[in-house]
């Protein structure tokens, strides 16, 4: 079985996190440039090949506070994942783009948990919380979600990070709870494992 990566590299599908040092050596990292202000303007930010942009390490910003009750009303935090990888992604039941990402987001949720990386979702705009709850159940979703009818918890991100109007939208949180890399629209796996495997990488 083959996946296609990117524009034209074809390279062999992989198991859990090795696919990053795929990527690697085809090149499929490009550096930006701090001289041409990154991709989007972002200083010093690497482009993925998949569509996704990298922060370099010491540019980063820090994810702001999120806090408050889940689906269930449980309260969660993304702080209470410091130390740990956390993909953060913004959804609604009411998106199809939402569901066409759900799946591989539920897959890789379980597949990574083990190398320290923890799923967060923020449901938006979805003021009946049972129509969110029949999303997490149709996708058999494991992870928790913030309830944010009101969209606020996306406003705290800086609009170039975050555009709350773009759902979904995926972050990658590094161990230091600093936003690592950002994208927009629906995401597969073949884009954010490798992304999840760059970061885990890196030195808390």
Same mark, same amino acid.
């Given at each position: 079985?083959?996946?296609? $990566?990117?524009?034209?590299?074809? +390279?062999?599908? @992989?198991?859990?996190?090795?696919?990053?040092? $795929?990527? @690697?050596? %085809?090149? *499929?990292?490009?550096?930006?440039?701090?001289?041409?202000?990154?991709?989007?303007?972002?200083?010093?930010?690497?482009?993925?090949? @998949?569509?996704?942009?990298?922060?370099?390490?010491?540019?980063?910003?820090?994810?702001?506070?999120?806090?408050?009750? !889940?689906?269930?009303?449980? =309260?969660? %935090?993304?702080? !209470? &994942?410091?130390?740990? $990888?956390?993909?953060?992604? @913004?959804?609604?039941?009411?998106?199809?783009?939402?569901? %066409?990402?759900?799946?591989? #987001?539920?897959? #890789?949720?379980?597949?990574?948990?083990?190398?320290?990386?923890? &799923? *967060?979702?923020?449901?938006?705009?979805?003021?009946?919380?049972?129509?969110?709850?029949?999303? $997490?159940?149709?996708?058999?979703?494991?992870?928790?979600?913030?309830?944010?009818?009101?969209?606020?918890? #996306?406003?705290? &991100?800086?609009?170039?990070?975050?555009?709350? =109007?773009?759902?979904?939208?995926?972050?990658?949180?590094?161990?230091?709870?600093?936003?690592?890399?950002?994208?927009?629209?629906?995401?597969?796996?073949? =884009?954010?494992?490798?992304?999840?495997?760059? +970061?885990? =990488?890196?030195?808390?």
């Amino acid at each position: 079985m083959r996946r296609r $990566v990117g524009a034209s590299v074809l +390279v062999p599908a @992989a198991t859990g996190l090795a696919v990053a040092g $795929v990527l @690697a050596v %085809a090149g *499929l990292w490009t550096d930006g440039g701090a001289g041409a202000g990154g991709p989007a303007g972002r200083p010093n930010a690497i482009t993925a090949a @998949a569509g996704a942009t990298v922060m370099d390490p010491g540019t980063r910003q820090d994810a702001p506070a999120l806090a408050g009750a !889940d689906l269930d009303g449980k =309260q969660v %935090a993304l702080g !209470d &994942f410091r130390g740990e $990888v956390v993909v953060l992604n @913004a959804w609604g039941s009411w998106c199809g783009p939402c569901r %066409a990402e759900a799946d591989d #987001l539920e897959r #890789l949720s379980r597949e990574t948990r083990g190398d320290g990386v923890r &799923f *967060l979702g923020i449901n938006t705009r979805d003021r009946d919380r049972a129509a969110a709850r029949s999303f $997490v159940r149709a996708h058999d979703m494991t992870f928790p979600s913030l309830h944010d009818p009101e969209g606020e918890l #996306l406003l705290r &991100f800086p609009p170039s990070l975050v555009n709350p =109007q773009a759902i979904p939208s995926t972050l990658v949180i590094d161990r230091r709870g600093r936003v690592a890399a950002a994208i927009g629209g629906a995401v597969t796996d073949e =884009q954010l494992r490798p992304l999840l495997a760059r +970061v885990l =990488q890196e030195q808390s």
